[in-house]
């Protein structure tokens, strides 16, 4: 017998899937020899054991039990299957009501997001306290415009917004009065995070993760499919029908190590930014974005470790959605190419040459921001005024190397 768990996943599959255009609600569609709905349960399966409900469309119920069955395994005892409603809030309601009384939190998944890693969902659950809601998020790294018609009106600030993932988790008796509420409001809200904070409850943000993205359109479900191929995830029509754990054989099948440098001379317009902090009352560097040397020279060495270029092809000139960017969206990029290419961050190491600014009382606060961005790999930054000697000692301008390891998923 396995003991009782203190959370529940509700595995939401009961959308239509009307933009992905297949034919079949959208969990049920094939990604490679599996369904959206088998792999989003295969991520679940491989988090911490929690109580697992999944919410189906009207008719498919005994499609997603066949699902359910298959990637539980021996935890077969805490899934169930029931009937979710005619939208995504009357679903989780549904989803709600068939809780076991030992539970406590409560995570709320798309099953849509079907390659979201187990990691995203142990800590969402370890986030979840009895007060506040926890949500997995990625930063914005598209240019955005407030429209009207086909009118520009004026830029949205990008460092006020955040792509929202699941799971999403809450404190179970908060969870269930806001919804009780939003019943009675008859408002329908766009997420589970949207309609706790309604009900006046915070909300937080953790790092989500790249391969977190949601399954909609024939390109997404492209995308999840090249994925799968990157890491040796689809089999051949020969083979069986059982995904290995083991990386690719070839050159990619162990870590991989690159070499990244940047250098940038002082002189530039506005606040100095460096290792993903702002330095108020310190001289700007000059770039294309912020000047970051640090974040720079980690972009260089994990695209170089992946062999996928280098920053001036995906963050260069060419591509002035980034001017102005700052470290935070530069390093979520670079993770996300990363993943898509099959990738993991393993850790990151930089030293910083500069005679300013004084770098030591800050190094904490500069590694935990540039390991957030990379959805918390390990990041080291050390700094050295190198004697005095060359332009970072005379005070000229910043130069950095950073070393990065990455592995295959």
């Known amino acids: 017998m396995l003991p009782v768990p203190d959370t529940a996943i509700l595995v939401v599959a009961a959308g239509s899937g009307t933009r992905l255009d297949a034919g079949a609600p959208k969990a049920f569609v094939g990604i490679d020899t599996h369904t959206i709905l088998r792999h989003a349960l295969e991520g679940v399966f491989a988090a911490a054991p929690a109580q697992v409900i999944v919410v189906a469309p009207a008719g498919f119920e005994g499609d997603a039990e066949t699902e359910l069955r298959a990637a539980a395994g021996d935890r077969i005892e805490l ?14 309601a549904a989803g709600l009501e068939a809780l076991w009384g030992d539970v406590t939190r409560v995570l709320v998944h798309d099953a849509a997001r079907a390659l979201t890693p187990p990691e995203v969902i142990d800590a969402v659950a370890a986030a979840v306290d009895g007060e506040t809601g926890i949500i997995p998020a990625l930063p914005v790294v598209d240019t955005l415009k407030r429209v009207d018609g ?14 929202a993932q699941t799971p999403q988790g809450f404190p179970r008796a908060l969870l269930e009065a806001a919804y009780t509420a939003a019943a009675a409001s008859g408002i329908d809200y766009t997420d589970d995070a949207a309609l706790f904070a309604a009900a006046g409850h915070l909300v937080r943000r ?14 997404d479900l492209e995308r999840a499919r090249h994925m799968l191929a990157a890491v040796g995830a689809v089999p051949s029509a020969a083979a069986p029908s059982v995904r290995s754990s083991e990386p690719s054989s070839g050159p990619s099948a162990g870590p991989r190590v690159g070499l990244g440098t ?12 460096l290792a993903g902090l702002e330095w108020p009352g310190e001289p700007a560097l000059s770039g294309h974005s912020d ?18 270029g280098d920053i001036g092809e995906h963050f260069g000139t060419a591509h002035p959605e980034y001017a102005g960017a700052h470290a935070e969206v530069f390093l979520a990029r670079t ?25 030591s009382g800050r190094r904490a606060e500069a590694e935990r921001v540039l390991s957030d961005a990379l959805g918390g790999a390990p990041v080291a930054v050390t700094a050295t005024t190198t004697d005095g000697l060359g332009f970072p000692g005379r005070g000229e301008g910043v130069a950095v190397t950073a070393v990065a390891m990455i592995h295959p998923v």
């Open 79 to 92: 899934g169930r299957v029931v009937t979710g409603g005619d939208t995504r809030q009357r679903s989780v």
């Open 150 to 163: 086909d009118t520009i009106i004026a830029p949205v600030d990008r460092a006020e917004l955040a792509a």
């Open 206 to 219: 953790i790092p989500g993760s790249a391969r977190g993205f949601k399954i909609t359109t024939p390109d």
């Open 262 to 273: 940047d250098v940038h001379a002082f002189g530039g317009e506005g606040a100095l930014w």
């Open 291 to 308: 000047g970051d040397a640090v974040a720079h020279a980690i972009v260089d060495a994990l695209l170089g470790a992946a062999g996928l």
């Open 335 to 359: 993770r996300e190419i990363l993943a898509e290419a099959g990738f993991a961050i393993g850790n990151v190491s930089a030293q910083f040459q500069s005679n300013r600014p004084r770098f």
